[in-house]
């Protein structure tokens, strides 16, 4: 599955969508949904299992090289 990747933390992204506030100590959305905030590009889920690129290209150079390890 392709997704753009925006640039930057996470937390920032979701900046640009609408307010994050702090709450009882963990950030909310205007929706009242917890927003993450480990200093990383996606949410932990995805930051930590998925192979992230910045480019169409750059993703088939990856997988370029992943095929190529293993022949």
Same mark, same amino acid.
């Not at 640009?16 to 506030?21: F, N, Q, S, T």
């Not at 905030?37 to 169409?56: G, H, I, R």
């Given at each position: ?29 205007? *929706? ?6 480990? *200093? ?9 299992s998925v192979k ?20």
């Amino acid at each position: 599955m392709a997704r753009h990747i925006g640039s930057g933390l996470y937390v920032d992204q979701v900046r640009k969508r609408g307010p994050v506030e702090r709450v009882d100590g963990a950030l909310r959305d205007a *929706d009242g949904l917890t927003v993450e905030d480990f *200093d990383l590009p996606l949410n932990l889920m995805l930051a930590c299992s998925v192979k992230a690129a910045q480019s169409a290209e750059h993703a088939l150079a990856v997988v370029a090289a992943i095929l190529t390890s293993r022949s």
